[in-house]
């Protein structure tokens, strides 16, 4: 069994990164700028937001994070994104999922420049990404996508599980892994909650990619000797022995499924790290390809 390290591939793309963006000021070119934003005190949502800036940091970007309050209205977010989505100086744009009852995410995500979407969120970059062609993709599958390069995974050919549909990281997952391209060319099933005989399927699969949010719910006889397991799932779970008072858990039980995987991702220090390196990228991208469209 060897370890699909998020933390190691992560740390060479920042160092890819860092090395262009100093490239860029010697250039005279503009710093890549990130804007978050973050609604409410979700505990989670500020820890991920909070990496991100961090992250931005130390490769040499700009960040701005701004905060809004949990009652914020539809029309007053719309029109926060509406005024990044005009200054020059952002390149890209990330509002930290989930929001209060009283925003609808659809109608922020579709407000944001599809120039600057840098979640790969807005139907623009979906519509692109299922058609094949060169876009934002979402952070988490794209992580995924890059880690699995990274250790130079062969996946042509292998029959691929995907568990959970959602849009931010299974569905996406399960069209990249079916893309005719390395890592790809997987024959894919995406699973749910709907799906019957789950752990029969789990067992006939050479790569899981694990996007449920229930803890160690892939044991090691779900698992066939020499499976890829990319387990995505992050719970918090209650821990009075940690000074934070609680875990990060995996979908998987780690101990038991790893003696029989070929590969796998540990949580935390996974595919968590290759989020924040997706995102990177993305916004790197973003800032490269705006110069592109003000020297036209
Ligand atoms: P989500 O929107 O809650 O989607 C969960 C999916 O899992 C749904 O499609 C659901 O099916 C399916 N599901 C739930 N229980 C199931 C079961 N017993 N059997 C089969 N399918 C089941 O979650 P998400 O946003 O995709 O996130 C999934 C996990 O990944 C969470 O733990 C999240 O924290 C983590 N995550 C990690 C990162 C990272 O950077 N590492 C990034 C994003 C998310 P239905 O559609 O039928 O309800």
């Keep these: 069994m060897e370890i699909l390290d998020g933390r190691l591939a992560s740390q060479t793309i920042r160092e890819e990164l860092k090395l262009k963006t100093a490239q860029r000021g010697v250039e005279g070119k503009k710093t890549p700028h990130l804007a978050a934003v973050l609604v409410g005190n979700n505990g989670a949502s500020e820890t991920y937001v909070n990496a991100k800036v961090k992250a931005c940091a130390e490769v040499g970007f700009k960040s701005t994070l701004i905060k809004l309050t ?3 209205t539809e029309s007053a977010l719309l029109s926060t994104i509406e005024k990044l989505n005009v200054d ?3 390149d890209g744009i990330l509002v930290q999922l989930p929001l209060p009852k009283q925003v609808s995410e659809n109608k922020i995500i ?4 599809p120039l600057k979407d840098v979640d790969g969120f807005h139907p623009v970059s979906v519509g692109k990404m299922i058609q094949g062609l060169d876009t934002f993709i979402p952070a988490t599958p794209y992580g995924i996508m890059l880690l699995l390069e990274h250790y130079k995974i062969e996946t ?3 029959h691929a599980v995907v568990i959970g549909r959602s849009n931010i990281v299974g569905r996406p997952i399960s069209i ?3 893309n005719n391209t390395q890592p790809g060319n997987c024959t894919v ?3 749910h909650s709907r799906t019957r005989n789950l752990e029969a399927l789990c067992r006939e699969a050479d790569i899981i990619v694990a996007a449920l949010g229930k803890p160690e719910f892939i044991r090691a006889d779900m698992v066939k000797g020499g499976a890829i397991l990319v387990d995505v799932g992050i719970t918090r779970v209650a821990d009075p022995g940690k000074k934070s008072g609680f875990a990060l858990k995996g979908d998987a039980h780690f101990e038991s ?3 029989k995987c070929s590969w796998i991702t ?3 220090g996974g595919v968590g790290p290759m989020t924040i390196a997706g995102l990177l990228k993305n916004t790197f991208r973003a800032c490269e390809e705006q110069d592109d469209s003000s020297e036209q």
């Design 257 to 259: 499924v790893a003696p």
């Design 189 to 191: 099933t995406l699973c």
């Design 156 to 158: 042509a050919g292998l």
């Design 70 to 72: 949990e009652d914020i």
């Design 88 to 90: 020059p100086d952002i």
């Design 266 to 268: 540990p949580v935390p």
């Design 110 to 113: 579709n407000a944001i420049n």
């Design 176 to 178: 990249l892994l079916s």
